[in-house]
């Protein structure tokens, strides 16, 4: 359990000043998602340092720890970037906010006047399973096809009616490929092509109806077998096929982790459910 006392303060800023000297990007990632804080809750100490702060609750040490780290970065002249758990009030402006667990944290971050990259997990996590057949190898995830991610939408219409005149910028979006279940490179190959060419033509392009079965995604799909697959295969990068994976892709017998994406929209909506909470007890 790391205790967010002065001490450990200290700590992270001294490792971030020698990450700050061997970068020199402008943006500095700091991450912060998925934080427990129930041991906290448990330590007297703790609680005595929530209550000297002012904090309501000892969790609430989470957003003033990581606004003194952001503060830090931004001292330097560069950006911290954070995942949407760290939006709270105690975050800085410019802190930019990476929105995850769905599209709504995002939208929040916006309206309080952050920029924000969209990359919800219901579309952009390029481990989630690509099929639904039986043949899919470690099936994790939300079933997403080539063309529900071409059809993905960073700041759909009713995600953007919500937001107040002003606020923050939406910077982009951005496609992630976890690695807990990719044994090698050729199961990443697997997992992240042929989608993250529809996730690059849908953020690079300009907007249109996107929809699986539209026009536009008809033609996407054909031009992708007939242009850009060639070019995966000659460049030696072994994709999941448009049709199903070839048999030496296959992982029979081996179980994985299926989550049903109209079932967690019905339940969580915009935020989505994903994260760590108090129930939950981790990830989803």
Request: aromatic share 8%; with cysteine; glycine share 10%.
């Amino acid at each position: 359990m790391l205790d967010p006392d002065q001490r450990a303060l200290g700590f992270v800023t001294d490792v971030l000043e020698e990450v700050m000297e061997v970068f020199d990007s402008p943006w500095i990632a700091l991450g912060w998602d998925e934080v427990p804080t129930t041991r906290w809750q448990d330590a007297p100490q703790v609680r005595a340092r929530a209550e000297s702060l002012g904090l309501a609750h000892v969790g609430e040490l989470h957003g003033w720890f990581l606004a003194q780290v952001c503060q830090h970065v931004l001292d330097r002249g560069r950006r911290p970037v954070v995942w949407d758990e760290a939006f709270s009030t105690q975050l800085p402006t410019r802190a930019v906010v990476t929105s995850w667990r769905g599209w709504g944290q995002g939208a929040r971050a916006l309206a309080a006047g952050h920029d924000v990259v969209m990359a919800p997990e219901q579309v952009v996590y390029l481990d989630h399973r690509a099929g639904d057949g039986p043949d899919e190898p470690v099936p994790v995830g939300f079933l997403r096809t080539v063309a529900d991610v071409y059809a993905f939408d960073p700041l759909p219409t009713q995600v953007a009616g919500t937001l107040p005149p002003g606020g923050g910028t939406l910077l982009g979006a951005q496609a992630q490929v976890w690695t807990e279940h990719l044994t090698d490179a050729r199961r990443v190959d697997f997992a992240t092509h042929p989608r993250l060419a529809a996730f690059a033509e849908t953020v690079w392009s300009p907007e249109q109806d996107r929809s699986p079965g539209s026009p536009a995604s008809t033609e996407f799909l054909d031009r992708l077998a007939r242009e850009h697959l060639p070019r995966l295969d000659a460049a030696g990068v072994e994709y999941r096929p448009l049709d199903g994976p070839h048999p030496w892709q296959m992982r029979p017998g081996v179980a994985g982790h299926l989550r049903d994406l109209d079932a967690e929209l019905a339940a969580g909506g915009w935020d989505g459910l994903g994260g760590w909470t108090e129930t939950s007890g981790g990830a989803q």
